[in-house]
């Protein structure tokens, strides 16, 4: 069973920082792509960022600029470092693995809020 351990989310001010962190207990080298979506309420989920196994990410247009996604292949892991953050990037955050036998796994979520 593929496990994904969110953390790093929390309250913040407008304008600050968050570093987010997913764990997974498999081999970074098994897994295609990993990603970050968000779900606001209300709203339906999004996709943030996306890293692939060669390392190239992509983002959302709202988040291009501020936001980045990073691996350490070494710790299994892969980060979002968010900065200048705004209000409307609150939500909960989900990490998302796509492996090479073509199934998908989240993660828990962790919540950010950004106050105005």
Do not use: H
């Not at 970050?36 to 600029?65: C, F, H, M």
Request: hydrophobic share 35%; proline share 3%; aromatic share 8%.
């Amino acid at each position: 069973q593929v496990q994904l351990v969110e953390s790093g989310g929390g309250l913040v001010q407008a304008g600050g920082s968050l570093r987010l962190s997913c764990a997974t207990s498999i081999s970074m080298f098994t897994i295609n792509a990993m990603g970050w979506y968000r779900q606001a309420p209300g709203k339906q989920r999004e996709l943030v960022a996306v890293i692939t196994r060669r390392g190239s990410p992509n983002y959302a247009d709202s988040v291009k600029g501020r936001f980045t996604i990073s691996r350490d292949n070494a710790k299994n892991t892969v980060y979002l470092q968010m900065n200048s953050l705004k209000p409307e990037d609150t939500a909960v955050y989900y990490c998302n693995a796509n492996i090479i036998s073509g199934d998908a796994y989240w993660g828990q979520g962790t919540q950010v809020t950004v106050s105005s």
